[in-house]
T-cell receptor, first 111, second 114 residues
Framework: TQLLEQSPQFLSIQEGENLTVYCNSSSVFSSLQWYRQEPGEGPVLLVTVVTGGEVKKLKRLTFQFGDARKDSSLHITAAQPGDTGLYLCAGAPRTGNQFYFGTGTSLTVIP | KAGVTQTPRYLIKTRGQQVTLSCSPISGHRSVSWYQQTPGQGLQFLFEYFSETQRNKGNFPGRFSGRQFSNSRSEMNVSTLELGDSALYLC?????????????FGPGTRLTVL
């Protein structure tokens, strides 16, 4: 059983389209992070959100932390081929001392 | 500043053997965490070391062990390898221990167990 469920699992879109990736849990998290991983490399941190309802923007990427701190979303505007990769959310539960990673969303942006 | 390095990058072993993987964190970082990544289970936390002490441990059998040296380099050992141990093993370093701090991941060691 995964603590963090991501949807969709796979996503293939055309360049220029918009997309949203969801990260859901029944647990409350003190913080949540989003990573992108490219083939042959380790995950790279994109953002950390810590406050319920928080919205952070990173160029064309918008991250939101749910009000109840149980879920998060990543929205990409006008996707580009360089956005291709595996997107992972990771949460730190309010009790506990480790990160739990989501199931991952594999994104392919077709030129 | 050099990133996290892991050696070897690829490894092929047979069932029953043991293996040792190495991780050199970013200079100045004292926390090293290890993760196992598989297509079925995703990224799962193995353990975290800080200043040569294991601080946290994930839900893995005792065949998985690790240690950290005084220079913060860390090794992970898997004994009596099973087919299901085939995975990408990632280490991540952080300047501070615990959750909430930015982790910098290495490229991983791809272990194949035959």
């Amino acid at each position: 059983t995964q603590l963090l469920e991501q949807s969709p699992q796979f996503l293939s879109i055309q360049e220029g389209e918009n997309l949203t990736v969801y990260c859901n849990s029944s647990s409350v998290f003190s913080s949540l992070q989003w990573y992108r991983q490219e083939p042959g490399e380790g995950p790279v941190l994109l953002v950390t959100v810590v406050t319920g309802g928080e919205v952070k923007k990173l160029k064309r990427l918008t991250f939101q932390f749910g009000d109840a701190r149980k879920d998060s979303s990543l929205h990409i505007t006008a996707a580009q081929p360089g956005d291709t990769g595996l997107y992972l959310c990771a949460g730190a539960p309010r009790t506990g001392n480790q990160f739990y990673f989501g199931t991952g969303t594999s994104l392919t942006v077709i030129p | 500043k050099a990133g996290v390095t892991q050696t070897p990058r690829y490894l092929i072993k047979t069932r029953g053997q043991q293996v040792t993987l190495s991780c050199s964190p970013i200079s100045g970082h004292r926390s090293v965490s290890w993760y196992q990544q598989t297509p079925g289970q995703g990224l799962q936390f193995l353990f975290e070391y800080f200043s040569e002490t294991q601080r946290n441990k994930g839900n893995f059998p005792g065949r998985f062990s690790g240690r950290q040296f005084s220079n913060s380099r860390s090794e992970m050992n898997v004994s009596t390898l099973e087919l299901g141990d085939s995975a990408l093993y990632l280490c991540a370093s952080s300047s501070l221990a615990g959750v909430g701090y930015e982790q910098f991941f290495g490229p991983g060691t791809r272990l194949t167990v035959l």
